[in-house]
């Protein structure tokens, strides 16, 4: 993701980044691009806390901001100028499609012209690929059995992250806020390729393309 960054932004550019949990991807985009800076957007007050305790300011250049990006207006909340990138890695399949939608034409609102999208989900095969997406599902199985682990064993690990999480003494007192804004997760499909690519390109971004997949694991690149 890194490296089609690098191709498509001058030295200096500003990025954001989209539901960035506790800004692993914003440090790293930091660390590789010294004269940048980035603006983590996140809903989960936890997670935010834990990535400003963690990373600070990295020197002044990463800015920590709540934005809802389901809700319509989010961008507003943002300095009033326009940004060169913005990046996401596993954040935007919990977004449902008007939602998603919405979050899209926000984002082309606040690009500059020849500004990029790199994001980098898990996004399915359609339902016109069954063959494909049951392909996927059994060697996700398999991936899993070789590191120790079952279909779903996962969930249950990061259910008992959240319980460790909630002990904490610092922490606790922010679960009370997390549940007033209703952080959790909707349960439903991961919206597939498809709807992004035109869903993207409905928004108003000029070209949309998939520079990297690993079965259903991809890079999806989008100009302004």
Not at 180 to 209: C, I, M, N, Q
Request: glycine residues 8%; positive net charge.
């Amino acid at each position: 993701m890194l490296d089609v960054l690098a191709a498509n932004v001058p030295a200096r550019f500003t990025a954001l980044d989209l539901g960035s949990g506790p800004g692993s991807l914003s440090v790293r985009l930091l660390e590789r691009f010294p004269r940048a800076r980035c603006v983590a957007l996140d809903f989960d007050p936890v997670i935010q806390r834990i990535g400003e305790g963690a990373f600070g300011s990295f020197g002044g250049r990463l800015t920590w901001q709540r934005a809802d990006l389901g809700a319509d207006g989010w961008e507003r909340t943002l300095p009033a100028r326009r940004y060169d990138a913005a990046v996401s890695t596993t954040a935007l399949h919990w977004l449902e499609r008007p939602k998603l939608q919405n979050l899209y034409r926000a984002l082309a609102r606040r690009l500059r012209p020849g500004g990029v999208l790199v994001n980098g989900d898990r996004l399915p095969w359609g339902e016109d690929r069954p063959d494909l997406a049951g392909l996927a599902e059994t060697v996700r199985s398999l991936r899993l059995a070789r590191a120790g682990l079952r279909t779903g064993e996962s969930w249950k690990l990061w259910e008992a992250w959240w319980e460790r999480a909630q002990a904490d003494r610092e922490l606790a007192p922010l679960f009370a806020d997390r549940g007033e804004r209703s952080v959790a997760h909707p349960r439903h499909d991961d919206l597939p390729l498809s709807v992004h690519v035109a869903a993207l390109r409905r928004a108003g971004f000029r070209s949309v393309d998939v520079v990297w997949r690993d079965l259903e694991d991809t890079i999806l690149l989008a100009r302004r």
